[in-house]
């Protein structure tokens, strides 16, 4: 059977002193943990043509939604509040536009920090705009290396990261936004111990899931736990082909 091939959503590298040379970027973190998982990693670029976007959907097998700046919140109906981050409504628009398209084919479809955000968002749900906004000291946007976890996350059953990691597991953590309020359809399947939503799952939809770590860093650099998501995403991938 062939490999399953696997979207995966970039940002727009916007710097000023290259005039006219915007850039398509991706932590290559993400490619690798697809490739060791068994898949075909391929780089979307963004674009707003809506006969492209549901064209490349019908040439993969699944879709992760990466890491980046934050969601605009005029998305989610808030004026833009103090340390909101860089936003990008063009790479909004066409993420939001992709996701609905592959949840018409049942696909798999894994979001990651900012992709978890924005599954909320699609989903008609709510963003804490910066950690300042919540009551917590745990460190949610750790400063050392990326692969070392940072604070521990407790997990609901019946779900593919209990089925990995039991009740606990150890994360890494690099975001200063979480979700506010739980969009429709969604349940919150992971929390750290402040309260933080670290996982989502649609549980209506064959492999919807989201998380608020980065598994990639941790899967690429040898975390046999954290590449155990991706084992089981792009399994669903090829179960899907079968």
């Not at 409504?89 to 049942?106: G, M, Q, V």
């Not at 990995?164 to 979480?178: D, E, L, V, Y």
Request: proline share 5%; charged share 25%; net charge negative.
């Amino acid at each position: 059977m062939k490999k399953p091939i696997i979207a995966i959503t970039s940002s727009m590298d916007l710097n000023p002193d290259r005039l006219n040379d915007n850039r398509t970027m991706v932590s290559l973190d993400y490619s690798n943990s697809v490739i060791n998982s068994g898949g075909i990693p391929v780089i979307l670029p963004i674009t707003d043509n809506l006969e492209v976007i549901k064209e490349q959907v019908k040439y993969f097998d699944g879709l992760i939604l990466s890491g980046g700046g934050d969601p605009d919140p005029n998305l989610y109906g808030e004026d833009c509040l103090q340390e909101l981050g860089d936003i990008t409504p063009e790479r909004d628009a066409f993420e939001l536009a992709i996701l609905e398209e592959f949840l018409k084919t049942k696909k798999p479809i894994l979001g990651i920090c900012r992709g978890l955000q924005l599954m909320n968002v699609f989903y008609g749900g709510t963003l804490y705009q910066d950690i300042k906004y919540v009551d917590t000291n745990i460190q949610h946007k750790q400063k050392w290396l990326a692969d070392l976890p940072t604070h521990d996350i407790n997990i609901l059953e019946n779900n593919i990261l209990f089925e990995i990691f039991g009740k606990k597991a150890r994360t890494n953590s690099f975001h200063h936004q979480m979700i506010k309020d739980l969009g429709k359809e969604l349940t919150s399947i992971a929390t750290a111990n402040d309260g933080v939503v670290e996982a989502i799952q649609n549980k209506n939809y064959p492999f919807f899931y989201g998380v608020q770590w980065h598994p990639e860093m941790m899967a690429s650099r040898g975390n046999l736990g954290m590449k155990k998501i991706f084992d089981k995403f792009i399994e669903s991938c090829e179960n899907l082909k079968k």
